[in-house]
């Protein structure tokens, strides 16, 4: 075959793989993509775009080796930066994802989305420092447009009582993420406060764990512009407006360059400033936010005795299974969060535990890992650092239910830093695994320690990353297991009984602080 022929193949090859993207088939395009590889006529657009589907059908460490062949042949592109680092922070790659976003902003100064997910993602980046996510933060909403006219940014306190409260988000359907929130509303005192619920989520499907009240008031929201949310929230006379969903919820950012009730807060998804001016303040706990780190925050500071994360288990979830080492004589250390909080310094701490106590093995469970291609980049990501492959067991996605049961598999759940877990911090606990977990430098590195601390499980709160590793060790030793035992056939009695699952006090706490903000 002549170098025209070649030429002339990759042409409708590529327009054959450019067909089946815009029909969304994204495996036959990357067929047509992978045969123009083999006919050596790959550039760097061939390899982007093969990056680019390779990111559709979830198959990150694909992507990420396409997308740096890509850079090779061509380093001033800015779409193939941006979705390297897309593919590169799904796998725990944060660092490298942050420098490749701001790299592809420099490239392409006019677009926001490469700041806007660099905004996104740095309280992940293991190297970030606090100054650093607010300084990101504050240059995002620098350039972030608003979507608002200048005649809604003046916001009066209403006279009529009670306070009318409005929380908004896009995820009031996930029964799973929302035990905080339901704990506080399902117990607000509404002899003070009008709840309103704007959900801004897709779906129909009841809010399972929400206990209704003939009282509140639930408008959808999510096919409203911001000028036709924020005229909702003036047509309510809202007095506190309370955005559960912060940056992970992008689209809704704009609502936030400009002021929108009396009082806005940011509470539950917020694990760092938000650097937007809409937000008056932050809400959080003296475990999170200490007082030498306000400077941090472009938001005002609220803190409750109790953790912000307090919560109840209002569906039903499986029992608590008896510990697995009792049964198979191997301790099981476990981690269900998410891929992308598996960090390579949570990789260096988990090889230095699997290392130091030999008769054990770790099990992960999360979406990103259902791909043999994924499985095998994270196998050697362990076998760099001398952990040999049976060591590690993947479990495959699975129904909410039948994830829970996956617990009863481990014995001890090792929490990702510094991105912590939160929802499966309170799942491993409800499901009588304990979480070990560190202090960490910022807000998003001690969200499991504000519930630990709140409980009977302080003693589960290493100190530093070596105190981490020597904890492990020191339960994974069979000299321990029967305590481990005890603890968790007694760990839903004792979380119901502590602090942490107290949602009366924690609404009580809620509802002075924000009533104090209007006094």
Sequence with gaps: MNSMNQQQMKTILEQTADDCVSQRRWVDALRSLDRIVAIGMADAIIWQKMGSALLQVQEYAQAKEALANALELDHTNATTHHLLAKAQFTLGEADEAVAHLLQAHSLNSSAIESLQSAAHIIANAPSATNQDVLEIRREFAKRLPSNRPQSQDSKQLGDAKPIRIAFLSAHFRLRNYMKPVWGLLNHL???????????????ESEFIGYRTNACDQIHSVRNQSDTQLAQILEDLQIDVLVDLSGYSYPQRLTLFQKPLAPVTVGWFNAFATSGLPGFDYILGDSHVIPQEEEAYYSERVIRLESSYLTFQVDYPVPPVAVSPCLQSQRFTFGSLVSQYKITSVVLDAWSQILQQAPNTELIIANGDMKSPHNQAYLRQQFADRSVD?????????????????????????????????????????????????????????????????????????ANSVDDYVRLAVHWSQPSRWNALAELRAQMRTKLSASSVCDCEEMAKQFGQRIGSLLE
């Design 189 to 203: 005192d509404r002899t003070r406060f009008q709840v309103v619920l704007l959900d801004d989520g897709q779906g």
């Design 389 to 461: 492959a049976d060591r590690i067991r993947f479990l495959p996605p699975a129904d909410h239910d039948t994830f829970l049961k996956y617990y009863d598999l481990i014995d001890l759940a090792l929490d990702a830093f510094p991105y912590n877990g939160g929802t499966t911090t309170m799942e491993a606990l409800w499901q009588g695994v304990p979480v070990l977990t560190k202090n960490g430098d910022r807000w998003a590195a001690r969200t499991s320690q504000t519930l630990l601390h709140q409980c009977h499980l302080s003693n589960f709160v």
